[in-house]
């Protein structure tokens, strides 16, 4: 085989690998991808439990966009922010505790699952002590080569009026 053609086809294997996670949910099998996509959103309290907030660096997609916005606000404008800030925060807690409810997945497209869960989390820290959050989380769940990873997040609280 020449060079040319050992480098074609070496091309053509690592396109071919690249789409083959995603290519396994067809866009006729809506229904399974949504399934599979909801049972990896149900798994990541159980993440968080074990691996406190650097868990979350294993659910993020790694070499696609990545975002996470919380209130409209932009959190983490890329995976690199995430991974700046997340080791930091995890050395001041000491526990976390998610809970998700009422989770939805719609196929929005082959291999991206929209989710969209109500929450309510407890963070207990060494610093500021106990952190308490609820609201709705959507989020974009999309198949890699690792299997599902997360490309966006956006957490919503409600507004908590302190009577001023």
Request: aromatic share 8%; charged share 25%.
């Amino acid at each position: 085989m020449s060079a040319r053609r050992a480098a074609a086809l070496t091309v053509w294997i690592a396109a071919l690998a690249a789409c083959a996670n995603r290519a396994a949910y067809p866009a006729t099998d809506a229904v399974r991808l949504e399934a599979d996509a909801t049972a990896f959103v149900a798994s990541i309290p159980d993440v968080l439990a074990e691996r406190g907030p650097t868990g979350w660096l294993d659910l993020f997609v790694a070499d696609e966009p990545f975002d996470m916005l919380s209130d409209g606000t932009v959190v983490f404008a890329d995976r690199a922010a995430a991974e700046a800030f997340l080791p930091s925060f995890a050395a001041d807690v000491v526990r976390m505790d998610l809970h998700l409810r009422e989770v939805r997945s719609i196929a929005i497209g082959e291999g991206a699952v929209s989710v969209a869960a109500l929450y309510d989390e407890t963070i207990d820290t060494r610093g500021a002590g106990r952190l308490e959050f609820g609201g709705a989380v959507s989020m974009v769940v999309v198949v890699t080569s690792d299997g599902f990873r997360l490309r966006r997040l956006h957490w919503s609280s409600p507004r908590v009026d302190d009577g001023a």
